[in-house]
């Protein structure tokens, strides 16, 4: 590190060292750089030096340390205040400000301290003559830490009514603290209101909106407002992440995972930051964070994770419960410090009230997956949707008691006749309530049949052993029935030729049992649907013709029998139902994709219709695969959302992924972007739920991330497109998906002025796609990668990754690429070492690759586009030229710069006008640069001549707003030049 040998090499290592990140080495290098100025001898030397050192404790973790150099300046101040210029002055009185509110979040400060430089505060910025708003912000300050409301009320008016000056907060910060106030006082929709303008970008500053989007993750989620709260906490935590600052909004994010069903993010929040635990130089933030620390471990110690292993301070290992204890006793310990020096308990029952706070949601999908870190198990939904969907009568209410058999009895029949869901679960409890119960054979035989139904090896055995009992019950034909279940299940385990010779006899059995009226069509129906569900496992095994036709007269004669009986029996409409769909996927097996679709069409209105509307799920799902097939988008949509209403509750998480992404596709190639989002951020949760992330839940961000980038939501994709990365794999979702969501991230990155990660992000799947045939995406990439490395400062290696891009372009013949290429290397040359010289050669190039294809093109389509191209070149090579020239240099230099650059615009009239209209805008652009041009070489006459023609050319057409802002620039030309003409 080279020593300071002068003032103008001081401040440019502290603006150097002011743009390095938020941390203890930022701070030592300024400490480093104060001992440097105190060399010089130049007293303003050593005030901008401790300036920078206040500045850089500000915005860092050893915010204590301020208080030092502040002491400093303000002697220096008091005794030669004529070493102070006037930007030292201004900057002095600032920071009074920030020395209130540190003082405030040291409790070790006595409150007296506090109030008495509150006055000298008021004093001072009296005798400089700055209004009292600054004053009465900060008072405002110290009454709401301590609990003063009446005085904090007094203060915010006092505040508000006084006129802005300079020594006011920005308007970012001021609204931030105005909102922050109406969500302490209960008026969350006030506070969003008043934090609008910061959310929308109207007003920003070095940590606004990042402030606002922390704070008002909470009134969103009490407002029930819960997309906008995860948009915020996306956007936010990405603002806060890098800054050591942040760590009090740090904690509202982290509390925010604690409220919204978010443990696993919240912990990986936690392992981001683990100096957050320790750092002294805060203790207020520092209590912020233990308190939203102790509430996420609480989460989890009730959701049954408190021995979890989890992040925490260095120097052991922590389980959420031990975390929890070591967290609260900290930010209780905190608070009552604070407390004692307040001399009010305002403290401490706010943080006892932020460690007691319950969920607002019981779940919020985020997009974003929490890799590393268990996701809880959770307790059975409460929210007040899902108690809705648990008063729907086809769920069953809460069972009865375990002791009371034959109510249980009674209700599990009533789920079977129903085929409610769970009905299953109902049996269970009677096989568990009757162990050791002496009960009437017909009882014992439904038990046992039920028992066999839950399936495994042993249920071939258990449905046989049910065919014994109700046979012995006097019931021959759930005798039957049972026996084609026994069947059926031999068929399941892959013995489809014993399962049709295990079928055969209850089927002739049933048929005549059931013409003698010795049994109900409700038993003749279970065994001919045991017969063809054998059948159809035949078809699956084999495929033959002979298969085929078998099954299909199986499934009509199934219908034939059940037609006109089914009533109210949901039981018999549900074998109807079934029979459609059976023949639906004959004729799917057979070609018939037409009417395979109007039949499962047919069985999920018959399933619907019976009542029955989760069993048309798994049918809307094949007909939504059909119609897609069959380009019928419309009836794929319809059949998807078919399927998710039905489903409901019951369908399970990988079903619900699966629907979800399917519907999202659709919808987003239709363009209907913020739905298509919807379904793809509810397919990527369900995805993380069903054990799918890393493939299923990966695609789904992958998708969501595009969405999200398509509705200029930047910072929320890129937060889900970084998520999705890393599961992103050539095998399972091919490299297409890595290399675009690479490109998404990177534009994304892009317009968040990330330049330097974006170029890694375009230059990673730029690799990619280098191998691929085609080389047309590896070209743009290339490109698009070049223009991010010379916007993120990097000129050098921008040229080069230029260079790359033009030789692919001049291998795929892209002429119009190579010359884009070509030109932004003579741009980026003036900020190299090739100066000057390399950029006339590059643009020289450009123009000869530009005549050269304009001579050889065929069609008059080619030969517009590229004398479009030669047009822009020669433009762009006027401005180049006359950008170059130096203010500093001498008057004949810059002459004969802009008589060069006068030339090139002069080229790019000609080439613009031989285009007709389709050059029109294009010309007249270059006439005005050229005017200016005219104008600084002291020809008023001739720009005054080039401002008439631009009027002129848009005497017909000026409606068009970028007509009439060319018109406005040559009517501002045109009376500047008619001032200067002589006479």
């Not at 204890?325 to 401490?348: K, W």
């Not at 729907?392 to 209700?411: F, H, I, M, N, Q």
């Not at 679960?425 to 050791?436: D, F, H, L, Q």
């Not at 260079?803 to 001049?810: I, K, Q, V």
């Amino acid at each position: 590190m080279s020593e300071i040998k002068d003032f103008d090499a001081l401040r440019e290592a502290m603006a150097l060292n002011g743009e390095q990140p938020e941390g203890p080495a930022r701070n030592a290098r300024a400490e480093q750089l104060l001992a440097e100025a105190e060399k010089l001898n130049i007293p303003l030397a050593v005030i901008e030096a401790l300036g920078h050192q206040l500045k850089a404790y500000n915005y860092s973790s050893e915010k204590d340390k301020m208080f030092v150099p502040f002491a400093r300046l303000l002697r220096m101040w008091d005794e030669r205040p004529e070493d102070f210029d006037e930007y030292e002055v201004h900057t002095l009185h600032w920071v009074f400000k920030w020395m209130t509110s540190g003082m405030l979040d040291q409790p070790h400060i006595p409150l007296a301290s506090i109030e008495k430089w509150l006055g000298e505060m008021e004093h001072r910025y009296r005798l400089a003559g700055h209004s009292e708003r600054a004053v009465r912000g900060a008072e405002f300050s110290v009454a709401a830490h301590v609990g003063d409301l009446p005085r904090a009320e007094r203060a915010y008016a006092a505040w508000l009514a006084a006129d802005r000056d300079s020594m006011a907060d920005c308007h970012a910060c001021e609204l931030h603290s105005q909102g922050w106030w109406q969500a302490e006082r209960g008026a969350d929709a006030e506070a969003l209101d008043l934090w609008r303008p910061v959310l929308e970008g109207e007003f920003t500053c070095a940590h606004e909106p990042h402030t606002v989007l922390a704070s008002s993750l909470g009134p969103l989620l009490r407002l029930g407002r819960l997309d906008e709260a995860r948009a915020h906490h996306l956007r936010g935590f990405r603002l806060v992440r890098p800054m050591e600052s942040m760590r009090g909004a740090y904690a509202d994010h982290v509390e925010f995972c604690a409220l919204t069903g978010n443990e696993a993010r919240g912990l990986e929040l936690l392992a981001e930051r683990p100096a957050y635990f320790t750092d002294s130089g805060q203790p207020r933030s520092r209590m912020d964070f233990m308190a939203a620390v102790a509430l996420l471990m609480d989460r989890l110690t009730v959701l049954g994770m408190g021995s979890q292993s989890v992040p925490g301070p260095a120097g052991r290992d922590w389980t959420a419960r031990e975390l929890a204890a070591h967290a609260r006793e900290e930010a209780l310990s905190l608070s009552a410090r604070f407390d004692t020096r307040n001399g009010t308990p305002y403290v401490g029952e706010d943080v006892r009230a932020r460690m007691a706070r319950s969920p607002l949601v019981d779940r919020l999908p985020l997009g974003v997956r929490a890799s590393g870190v268990p996701a809880p198990r959770r307790p059975p939904v409460t929210s007040p949707m899902e108690s809705a969907k648990s008063a729907d009568p086809r769920t069953p209410p809460a069972p009865p008691l375990p002791d009371d058999l034959p109510a249980l009895l009674a209700e599990a029949r009533r789920m079977s006749d129903g085929l409610l869901p769970n009905a299953m679960e109902a049996w269970a409890a009677v096989s568990r309530a009757a162990e050791g119960v002496e009960l009437p054979v017909a009882d014992r035989a439904e038990i046992v049949d039920h028992r066999a139904m839950e399936g495994g090896p042993e249920g071939i055995a258990l449905f046989e052993r049910a065919a014994e009992l109700y046979a012995e019950a006097g019931d021959p034909g759930e005798s039957l029935a049972a026996r084609a279940r026994a069947a059926y299940a031999r068929a399941l385990e892959g013995d489809i030729d014993a399962a049709l010779e295990a079928v055969s006899e209850p089927y002739e059995e049933v048929l005549a049992l059931y013409s003698d009226e010795g049994t109900g069509v409700r038993q003749a129906a279970a065994v001919l649907m045991g017969r063809a569900r054998i059948l159809m496992r035949r078809v699956e095994e084999t495929g033959t013709d002979r298969a085929l036709a078998a099954a299909e007269n199986a499934v009509r004669e199934l219908l034939a029998l059940v037609d006109g009986h089914a009533g109210d029996d949901v039981r018999l409409a549900s074998r109807g139902a079934e029979a459609q769909a059976m023949l639906g996927e004959l004729a799917t097996r057979a070609g018939d994709l037409s009417g395979a679709a109007d039949l499962f069409a047919s069985a999920t209105e018959a399933f619907v219709a019976a009542g029955l509307p989760w069993f048309a799920v798994e049918y809307e799902a094949r007909l939504a695969g059909l119609a897609h097939h069959l380009g019928d988008v419309a009836g794929a949509e319809r059949a998807l959302r078919g399927a998710l209403e039905h489903g409901g509750a019951y369908l399970e998480a990988a079903g619900q992924a699966q629907l979800n992404l399917q519907l999202a596709e659709i919808l987003g190639a239709r363009d209907e972007v913020a739905e298509a989002a919807d379904h793809a951020l509810e397919a990527a949760h369900w995805a993380d739920e069903a054990g799918e992330g890393p493939t299923l839940g990966a695609w789904a961000r992958h998708l969501l991330g595009g969405f999200l980038l398509r509705q200029g939501r930047w910072a929320e994709a890129a937060e889900v497109l970084e998520s999705a990365l890393p599961d992103l794999g050539a095998e399972t979702h091919g490299d297409g998906a890595m290399v675009q969501t690479l490109w998404w991230l990177a534009d994304c990155l892009s317009e968040l002025g990330e330049h330097r990660e974006s170029a890694e992000r375009r230059l990673k799947a730029a690799e990619i796609a280098r191998h691929w045939p085609e080389q047309q995406d590896h070209a743009t990439l290339a490109h698009l990668a070049a223009e991010s490395l010379g916007q993120a400062g990097l000129p050098a290696e921008a040229d080069r990754a230029y260079e790359r891009a033009g030789d692919l372009w001049r291998s795929l013949g892209n002429v119009h690429g190579l010359v884009r290429a070509l030109r932004a290397r003579a741009w980026l040359a003036l900020r190299t070492e090739s100066g000057l010289p390399g950029a006339r050669l590059r643009m020289r190039d450009a123009i000869g690759e530009c005549a050269q294809a304009l001579s050889e093109a065929d069609d008059l389509e080619s030969r517009e586009q590229l004398g479009a191209e030669l047009a822009h070149t020669h433009r762009q090579f006027g401005d180049l030229l006359a950008r170059s020239a130096a203010e500093d240099a001498e008057d004949g230099a810059i002459e004969a710069a802009f008589e060069e650059a006068l030339a090139q615009m002069t080229k790019a009239i000609a080439v613009f006008a031989s285009l007709g209209e389709e050059g029109l805008h294009g010309r007249t652009g270059a006439e005005l640069a050229a005017g200016w041009l005219e104008a600084d070489l002291s020809r008023p006459a001739e720009a005054a001549a080039r401002a008439r023609g631009v009027l002129s050319a848009y005497a017909e057409n000026a409606d068009a707003d970028s007509a009439q802002a060319r018109r406005a620039e040559a009517e501002q030309m045109l009376q500047l030049m008619e001032e200067q003409e002589p006479g």
